[in-house]
């Protein structure tokens, strides 16, 4: 069954980190781009960020540009979001998406398959 | 702020047609990237609805069809059901922001 598995939200402070990570499987992870969508309570999706299938393009959202960092280890079927300086605006359940093709600057192919998020709150 | 702008709501009786729009701009939809449509049922992850502009997944309805003409794109399902009940969401990618972008989202209600 292809499936992708969020973990590491949670309650943090303005200013803090957090690192979310998101677990693949069936299908082959190193053939595909992997996103990172978020959404605030009761409002739409936004794109946060993107990684080719070898890391050799990365995208980011100009509201997370220069805090966020994605990664991922093709070795472990596993793609992360590092986030620094997290703000109040920050506040999402945070998916993860498999992209149906490999690449992502110029891309338009969809996000055919996605995880059931994890939520990070940041508030004092 | 999207850059891709759809109806906040649209509505119908059980059985009806429904349209939803999505404007974009010459750095998106104009420019010839694929639009692609999401079903987000209550309390779930978004689904692929539509992919390419009229493209559907393995499984989704027939009811369920998309175009694509200039700077906008659309949504149409017809023979609505109760189980159509979701918020939509269209998506392109954007030249000029290097990315992907989503739309604003329609909620779809079943009179």
């Known amino acids: 069954e292809v499936q992708l598995v969020e973990s590491g939200g949670g309650l943090v402070q303005p200013g803090r980190s957090l690192r979310l990570s998101c677990a693949a499987s069936?299908?082959?992870?190193?053939?595909?781009?992997m996103h990172w969508v978020r959404q605030a309570p009761g409002k739409g999706l936004e794109w946060v960020s993107g990684i080719s299938w070898n890391s050799g393009s990365i995208g980011y959202a100009d509201s997370v540009k220069g805090r966020f960092t994605i990664s991922r280890d093709n070795a472990k079927n596993s793609l992360y979001l590092q986030m620094n300086s997290l703000r109040a605006e920050d506040t999402a359940l945070y998916y993860c998406?498999?992209?149906?093709?490999?690449?992502?600057?110029?891309?338009?192919?969809?996000?055919?398959?996605w995880g059931q998020g994890t939520m990070v709150t940041v508030s004092s | 702020q999207s850059v891709l702008t759809q109806p906040p709501s649209v509505s119908g009786a059980p059985g009806q047609r429904v349209t939803i729009s999505c404007t974009g701009s010459?750095?998106?939809?104009?420019?010839?990237?694929?639009v692609h449509w999401y079903q987000q049922l209550p309390g779930t992850a978004p689904k692929l609805l539509i992919y390419g502009n009229s493209n559907r997944p393995s499984g989704v309805p027939d009811r369920f069809s998309g175009s694509k003409s200039g700077t906008s794109a659309s949504l149409a399902i017809t023979g609505l059901q109760a189980e159509d009940e979701a918020d939509y969401y269209c998506?392109?990618?954007?030249?000029?922001?290097?990315?992907?972008?989503f739309g604003t989202g329609t909620k779809v209600t079943v009179l």
């Open positions: 998406a498999k992209d149906m093709g490999g690449r992502i600057v110029g891309a338009t192919t969809p996000f055919d398959i």
């Open positions: 010459s750095s998106n939809i104009g420019a010839g990237y694929d």
């Open positions: 998506q392109s990618y954007d030249s000029s922001l290097s990315g992907p972008v």
């Open positions: 069936g299908f082959t992870f190193d053939d595909y781009a």
